[in-house]
């Protein structure tokens, strides 16, 4: 993987060699940082790089310091300026992966939260899939479990909680599959080792509700309003028994990195006729198209890097023409 460019670091955009800390620092020795994920799409037509939904991600962003004790004097808008200069600053014009970062930044020895100093970095590097079988992924019900609410809240992205889903990945990995489901302590399934899942049975979609220790993903919260909005499905929020898995029509995971990930394959057994179902298809399809910046009636999840008024006229105009 490239290194980036620069970095917002101590608040300023640096060449990324100078955005520097010691080993003694209490995020690395800790884990005691949050940390987010967010896309930015380049769009050919219009020669325009749009960042999706960073209010929200930001918003869940500081949410997740929070957890932590770190109340970011930051609002998501400002977070989000300093990444349109950072993006700028790096004159990407293809596809990219943004990684903020409030990490706790004293250097010392002493397991705690509080009476700690904090920093933000921001970073962003070129990306493309995730997953590089995604259209038919291979996947495993792993036999590690999602770790609990009440021992490390995954509802944040905490960074020390990454540790359970690189278990989850590994193992997968080493043992041939593209990816893992990871059930809860209950047994239900909760999500992939850092994607949020979706089943489809009898044109109903299902995906397991907030409480069963799932991130609250942004890429979910887009697939749910999209699969009521503009397929008009029926989407349902339930825990879901392992086994549902194995008899249901179609699966596809979702998240910022994976974006909609078809899973054909489950512990050897195929989904629905083996290939990627017609929802899946679907909305991986419409997704696309909106993170883009191309269909108008979702425009307002988009944020234009490089918009001078010729720019923002032609995205205008492109989104006006896909109105749906």
């Known amino acids: 993987m490239n290194l980036p460019f620069n970095a917002y670091f101590q608040g300023k955009i640096v060449p990324y060699s100078e955005a520097k800390i010691g080993v003694l620092t209490h995020a690395l020795n800790y884990g005691t940082a949050a940390f987010g994920g ?3 799409y ?3 037509d219009i020669e325009q790089l749009f960042i999706f939904r960073p209010h929200d991600h930001y918003r869940r962003f500081i949410n997740s310091a929070r957890l932590l004790c770190i109340d970011l004097d930051d609002t998501p808008e400002s977070l989000t300026q300093s990444t349109v200069e950072l993006l700028r600053a790096d004159n990407y014009h293809r596809d990219v992966y943004i990684r903020p970062l409030a990490y706790k930044s004293d250097e010392l020895i002493g ?8 920093a933000i970095s921001i970073v962003a590097i070129p990306f493309d899939r995730y997953i590089k079988n995604d259209t038919s992924a291979h996947v495993t019900v792993s036999s590690w479990r999602r770790v609990d609410d009440n021992v490390i809240p995954a509802r944040g992205k905490i960074s020390g909680a990454y540790v359970n889903s690189a278990l989850i ?6 043992a041939g599959f593209d990816e893992a489901l990871v059930l809860t302590q209950e047994g239900h399934v909760s999500e992939g080792s850092a994607m949020n899942i979706f089943i489809v049975k009898e044109g109903i979609l299902v995906t397991p509700p907030v409480t069963e220790n799932i991130l609250e993903g942004i890429t979910r919260k887009s697939v749910i309003e999209l699969a009521r909005q503009e397929l008009n499905l029926e989407v349902v929020e339930r825990p879901v028994d392992r086994t549902e898995i194995y008899l249901c029509d179609e699966i596809f995971l979702t998240g910022t990195a994976a974006q909609v990930t078809s899973v054909t394959k489950v512990d050897h057994r195929e989904i629905g006729n083996g290939v990627m179902g017609p929802i899946t298809s679907g909305l991986r399809s419409l997704l696309g198209d909106v993170m883009r910046g191309k269909v108008a009636k979702y425009r307002q999840w988009n944020t234009p890097v490089y918009a001078d008024e010729t720019q923002t006229k032609a995205f205008e105009a492109a989104a006006a023409s896909n109105p749906k």
């Open 38 to 40: 967010i896309r930015a």
């Open 42 to 44: 380049w769009n050919a």
């Open 111 to 118: 397991v705690r939260l509080h009476d700690l100093n904090y």
């Open 169 to 174: 990945k590994t193992d997968a990995a080493r």
